[in-house]
């Protein structure tokens, strides 16, 4: 096994306190409400300072966007060592991938979380861009050198395409069950758990909608 190198272990240290820093914000503003939360408090909790937030993020809402895609684990990059043999094994592992999203106790997250955005726009527009980042990430690299760039774009635009509208529907049905909040309030609501109806609504959508994909963009749809 090669024995890391002093920049590697800098990165890895940097990476951890990011990571620190990032599931405090979040912890912290899921408990006390968004604008109760100051980026002090940030780096008190994390057992950091200021400073050291500030070198690592630009302000509040980076830090909370993070620390809850680290909590739910929503996104995760993915290295050439990782990469499916074939393009329907990359269909395959992303209907279930959107399906454990939809039908696993992250969904609740999800939504709790999309509330305080739709409150606080910032974090919103925050969260958006994060999504589009992981457009450009290592997994989509390594797998455009695999299946070719455009495909592979297509693809994970329209699964990210499907994920949000999914997550639309229960963001708004969140709202509707709170009902209709006013601007800035915080702490927000904790709605109540997506049901089970709901999840099984979406989960047939899902699953049609990657009927389409694989029609689209399946290997083994010229043998048919």
């Known amino acids: 096994m090669p024995t890391p190198t002093v920049s590697g272990l800098r990165e890895a240290k940097k990476r951890a306190t990011a990571r620190e820093l990032a599931i405090a914000a979040y912890t912290l503003v899921r408990e ?3 604008d109760a939360v100051t980026i002090d408090d940030i780096a008190a909790d994390a057992g950091y300072s200021r400073r050291t937030f500030a070198n690592h993020y630009a302000g509040k809402p980076e830090a909370v966007v993070d620390g809850f895609l680290a909590h739910a684990a929503v996104l995760t990059d993915l290295d050439e060592t990782h990469v499916p043999t074939s393009f329907d094994d990359v269909i395959d592992a992303s209907e279930a991938y959107v ?3 939809i039908n696993g106790p992250v969904l609740d997250d999800v939504r709790a979380l999309a509330i305080v ?6 974090l919103e527009s925050t969260a958006h861009a994060r999504m589009q980042a992981y457009r450009a990430a290592v997994a989509q690299d390594a797998l455009g050198e695999r299946f070719g760039s455009v495909r592979v774009h297509l693809f994970v635009g329209a699964v990210i395409g499907l994920l949000s509208g999914a ?3 229960v963001v708004a049905d969140g709202v509707e069950n709170l009902g209709c909040l006013g601007p800035g309030t915080d702490p927000a609501p904790v709605p109540p ?7 099984a609504q979406l989960s047939a959508l899902v699953a049609e909608a990657f009927t389409h ?3 689209g963009f399946s290997e083994r749809r010229s043998d048919s």
């Open 213 to 215: 994909l694989r029609h």
């Open 117 to 122: 955005a739709h409150e606080h726009r910032v």
């Open 32 to 34: 006390r409400g968004y």
């Open 193 to 199: 758990a997506v049901t089970p109806e709901l999840r």
């Open 167 to 169: 997550l639309h529907v």
């Open 99 to 101: 399906l454990g999203i």
